[in-house]
């Protein structure tokens, strides 16, 4: 490895690994690690699924919004909320702060993940089922990554050697 960005911004699916490969990540490369959705969690001193309960999915993704803009971090790795990619200010702005790597699972593999999708804090709009969800969020993805990594059977350890490479 011959240089690695400033911060590396981990986006993909609820269930895709970002927080697990997060923190394992930055203490392979020694450095910080910022988990979004505490974050958001410190500060509105709530949960996320109580966010998105009393407040709905709008509120909730001006939050995660406002959370990221906050942002002006050195040497970090980075894991946003899976909805991250619907506010078109937070993505530029975590452009802005180095890397975007996009963590691919399949529909399969993020159902077979998911166990508590009542509790998890997934923003889901009305009536919008989990395929619908993915369906949507994948070209969005896809448009802001600059390195994609395929998780889909994948252990930790090896998505944080294939990012590590690519970095």
């Known amino acids: 490895m011959i240089h690695t960005p400033d911060n590396?911004?981990?986006?993909?699916?609820?269930?895709?690994g970002k927080s697990t490969v997060g923190v394992i990540l930055a203490k392979t490369l020694g450095m910080q690690f910022i988990d979004c959705?505490?974050?958001?969690?410190?500060?509105?001193?709530?949960?996320?699924?109580?966010?998105?309960?009393?407040?709905?999915?709008?509120?909730?993704?001006?939050?995660?919004?406002?959370?990221?803009?906050?942002?002006?971090?050195?040497?970090s790795v980075i894991?946003?909320?899976?909805?991250?990619?619907?506010?078109?200010a937070a993505m530029e702005h975590?452009?802005?702060?180095?890397?975007v790597v996009y963590l691919e699972i399949s529909f399969e593999e993020m159902e077979k993940r998911l166990k508590n999708i009542t509790t998890r804090g997934i923003v889901l709009l009305p009536n919008q089922t989990l395929r619908g969800m993915y369906?949507?969020?994948?070209?969005?993805?896809?448009?802001?990554?600059?390195?994609?990594?395929?998780?889909?059977?994948?252990?930790?350890?090896?998505?944080?050697?294939?990012i590590c490479e690519g970095a």
């Open 94 to 99: 975590l452009r802005s702060l180095g890397v």
């Open 135 to 162: 369906l949507q969020r994948v070209p969005l993805y896809e448009e802001y990554a600059d390195d994609t990594i395929p998780c889909s059977g994948e252990d930790v350890e090896s998505v944080v050697r294939r």
């Open 79 to 88: 894991a946003t909320g899976g909805s991250v990619i619907w506010s078109r």
């Open 8 to 16: 590396i911004i981990l986006i993909g699916m609820p269930g895709a």
């Open 37 to 75: 959705d505490i974050l958001i969690q410190q500060q509105s001193g709530r949960m996320l699924q109580e966010i998105l309960d009393r407040d709905g999915p709008d509120a909730f993704r001006r939050m995660e919004e406002e959370a990221i803009l906050s942002l002006h971090p050195r040497h």
